[in-house]
């Protein structure tokens, strides 16, 4: 499950911090206490940063630092299309294995796929992606992130 | 039946372990291979302990041979069945030392046990009931289960809720134990032993205030009674409770201790089959405790297999349980010393703790630490152990907990602080 | 699995059996011989069902092999065990076509699901809650274990307690039903089948005046559960209650099946670990159903022999099931006719009515006739079968019960009919 | 279980009917609902007569029936002593063999060994005589009764 992929994201966050942003949401995982604030700014539909600070285990930190390289500077259409897809996979329980099109899609976050077969684990890495989307809504409101699905 | 005797010679040396070698040839499980061929190594046993092959046999015995429902019947198989099921109450009331065999209560679990005691003195009349003027101890160390159905209480009766805190060493603070059991407290209930931090309470000091006071104590033996002799007498507690899958016995089974007066005046709280005296339409009567408080058909093969739990720990000795634990812990608190960045939460000394350990490492999330142990075929539990405000007091989000049982051995303990070592180069 | 389908040209050739010879094989216990060689005749099934090799096979495995506490561990055998236990309650809700799986509750048997919705009732806010203004609504033919909770509410609460009355064919007297269920009511609670007279109620009139004056609508199937299909979509009501052992399941286990919104909007029951989403000493949050009516840990081997128990039945298929007891229902009911001073209690035709036939014999005592039945090897159950106000309302203090279950046989049929024969001789 | 002297008793019961008495009391088995209205009549401290009407199964019937041969006549210290002798027995679990003693005191009660042996019937067994104890007490008072004891 802990591919170097993840580890090298866990120890060498990338865009970890917090900056300026439209929207700020604290998710935090009750069972296992994983915490993360994070601030979406926008320009226009695009994303401009996602910045984060957080404290968890490997899954939910790393899984962070990968959401920042993967959506920073995508529009809000393709972001989403990431985030579903990354959702798919999380929730396969092990039994997909990631085609080309999910690799090119999810670059990094296709190592993860390990992750999806520990139930308890799941959430982690799920977290900021949770995060992101409810910080989205509240930047853009509902009705803007319901068009684009 | 195991003896438990210890080899002579056992590699470690240590003073007061049990045969353990022995031991485990009882416990099917522990033979298991887990992740591609690795021997298991479990540390889990707070969470729930693993069966003996007694206990299995017992079950399945009671079901091939046996099983019918209890109480009333006149055929074979229901006398059968109900003289097991009794019989399993004489050997619990035994184990504890109870005085009196109806004063065990069969329930589902613990936590069946203290939401019975607590909708019983919600539901009681004077002098028991529990009310907007009166107020419930219980400390900040509980399991949820211990906290939960007060707080239901309180909500439910305004009575207000108090709690002992926590020192920094992980123990009961009762400087202010004078402020915080007062003269409108009608109940003091609180874990004879911490399912997080290890800690051993000093129920003597505890009971002496609540009996100056004339409140009921209840004592939530969950963690005690599968490691250590547990005599319901000598604590001097109104009300007793533990679970069975915690010490040897089934899932589906939990014990609820009273004391006699207080089971007979005290209001009923599940009603339905079998804790009735006679029903019409219009109103019912109880059975006399312990049925007032078993609604329905009883977890009856749970109580057999319970039974034999009983009988393959006092087999071995309680005694000797507590000291093979003891010297475990003693020896593990040692080890772990070593380990760079590991913090014990909780008492780090042998005195007064059970053998359960909860640490952290470093800033290694215990998710992380537990995962990869577990890789290596070791099982312990990561997170608040269903006690979270334990975690909130010592700030931290969650811990890793090892615990040990009569089957841990301290190749064991070696086998936990190589893979701490292997967790610490892995995320360093 | 047993395929159950019946060999060709059985001794009675009764169209609609089950191959009983090949099913019996799957249960240890119908090979056991009682008083001195006898073959034991097991009648009892409406008390509690036999157990296939099957069921526990699945649960020793489950101890053997996969055993820890579940949720929230991230070793191997929390991960197993916690699959195994989500796994069983998948199975329950496909075995009564469940629309989520998260509507499936477990409790440790009928009773507690019972007393779990009167108490939700008792604490929840409007519209649900149940209070001095409102009214409940039960039957006479209620288990004591769909009695009491209702008694020990309303006694709680203030609400009035109303029944329906029983014709003297022994079906429910829904004459009046307008004035028993009006626009106080908020609760009708009824069984599905009797467990003493064997009636199948007519659910679809009683929910539809419930629906019309917005009462929810509690269904007992602990007797229907075990011998026909169950669909609680079709049944149109808002809870579903049964009990694990009486369908070849272990004991200490039982089902709460609710509507999902409802199971959001209520209030929980027991409180403890499991239940909660995060707890601090000053408050709690719920976890969302069913977890939030699962405190502590719950019957988790039981869980998964549940699961292993509906696999098998539903191997056989519940139709055929109900089709086999039908049949031999029928068969017995025209033997039984047969008895000089028999005396059916319940319907006395097959038409809307289960495989339980309860009846007096002349004036002996039902004591005498199940004794010297038992005697015979052959296993009735005598009393009220907690049920007492049936009893009350057809004048006897008691009465003999036989039951089948789908290893039930014709020749069973006979040795009863045969062994009355010799009470009435021996008493006569 | 079913000896012949109980199925005697129980066909042709001793003393059966109500007749006059000092007092009368009606005592339920509620899990069977074995039934007994019981009077009894002292002269002196001698028991003069036990009447009674009742249902329920043969074995509290004959054991009605035999309570109604072995205390009539007797005085109210030599009753209790057969009351407590029966009462040994019954609740012996079928551990007991009656001695020549015993069955000296018992005579056809001695038949009710077997009984003892299941829980379920001792209550019945034990109906009439703990009627009969009580129906005492309300005639001659409790302390009579325990000065006996
Ligand atoms: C109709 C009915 N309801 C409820 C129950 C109670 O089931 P349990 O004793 O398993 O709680 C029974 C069985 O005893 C029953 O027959
Ligand atoms: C101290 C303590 N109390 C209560 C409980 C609850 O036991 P159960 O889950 O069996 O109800 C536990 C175990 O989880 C415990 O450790």
Redesign the pocket.
């Known amino acids: 499950m802990y591919q170097d992929v993840i580890l090298d994201h866990y120890k060498n966050p990338h865009g970890r911090g917090l900056r300026e942003g439209d929207a700020e949401v604290h998710h935090v995982n009750p069972t296992c206490g994983d915490e993360i604030t994070l601030r979406v700014r926008y320009e226009g539909e695009r994303i401009a940063d996602v910045s984060y600070e957080g404290q968890g285990c490997s899954i939910s930190q790393a899984s962070a630092s990968v959401l920042n390289d993967l959506l920073v500077g995508r529009e809000l259409k393709d972001a989403l299309a990431v985030q579903e897809t990354f959702l798919t996979l999380m929730q396969s329980k092990g039994r997909l294995t990631p085609d080309d099109a999910m690799e090119e899609t999810l670059e990094d976050a296709v190592a993860f796929a390990g992750v999806s077969k520990y139930p308890a684990r799941v959430k982690c890495a799920l977290l900021s992606w949770m995060a992101w989307k409810d910080a989205t809504a509240q930047a853009l409101g509902e009705t803007a992130l319901e068009e684009k699905l | 039946m195991t003896d438990g005797t210890q080899a002579p010679g056992t590699p470690h040396g240590l003073p007061g372990l049990l045969d353990t070698e022995a031991i485990r040839k009882d416990f099917p499980i522990l033979h298991r291979t887990v992740h591609g061929g690795k021997p298991l190594i479990y540390l889990d046993n707070?969470?729930s302990s693993q069966k003996p092959r007694q206990v299995l046999d017992a079950v399945n015995e009671y079901y091939e041979r046996h099983h019918a429902n209890v109480h009333r019947g006149v055929h074979i198989l229901a006398e059968e069945s109900t003289a097991l099921y009794e019989g399993a109450r004489d050997k619990v009331a035994a184990f504890i030392n109870a005085p009196s065999r109806d004063e065990v209560v069969f329930t589902k679990?613990?936590?069946?046990s203290l939401n019975l005691v607590a909708n019983m003195l919600g539901w009681a009349d004077d002098p028991y009931r529990v009310d907007s003027r009166t107020e419930v101890v219980i400390t900040e160390m509980e399991?949820h289960?211990?906290i939960v159905p007060w707080q239901l209480l309180a909500q439910r009766t305004g009575a207000t809720l108090k709690w002992f805190g926590l020192t920094d060493d992980g123990r009961l603070d009762l400087s202010r134990i004078d402020e915080v059991i007062t003269e409108r407290t009608k109940v003091v209930s609180f874990?004879l032993v911490?399912?997080v931090l290890g800690t051993v309470n000093p129920v003597d000091e505890i009971v002496r205030r609540a009996q100056e006071v004339g409140a009921l104590v209840v004592v939530?033996a969950?963690?005690a009674a599968p490691h250590m002799p547990l005599d319901v007498q000598s604590l001097g507690a109104d009300f007793v409770v533990f679970?069975g899958?915690?010490m040897c016995g089934p899932t589906g089974i939990?014990v609820l201790w009273g004391r006699q007066e207080l089971l007979e005046d005290l209001p009923p709280f599940l009603g339905g089959g079998e804790m009735i005296e006679t029903v019409t339409m219009h109103a019912s009567t109880y059975a006399p405790a312990p049925h007032k408080f078993e609604a329905g058909t009883p977890p009856i093969a749970q109580a057999v297999g319970l039974g034999a739990a009983v009988d393959y720990l006092s087999g071995i000795g309680m005694e000797r349980i507590a000291e093979h634990e003891h010297a475990l812990t003693a020896y593990a608190l040692g080890r772990l010393a070593e380990v760079p960045d590991l913090r014990i939460i909780g008492p780090v000394t042998g005195e007064d703790r059970g053998a359960t350990i909860s640490f952290t490492l470093g800033d290694i999330h215990p998710h992380d630490v537990g995962q990869v142990l577990d890789e290596q075929g070791i099982a312990v539990r990561v997170g608040h152990h269903?006690a979270r405000p334990v975690c909130l007091r010592y700030g931290i989000p969650a811990t890793t907990r090892a615990s040990f049982y009569l089957y841990s051995t301290p190749a064991e303990v070696d086998a936990l602080v190589a893979g701490l070592e292997y967790v610490r180069g892995f995320f360093g």
């Open positions: 707070a969470a679990n613990a936590s069946e399991h289960s211990n874990m911490s399912n939530d969950s963690q679970t899958h915690k939990g269903c």
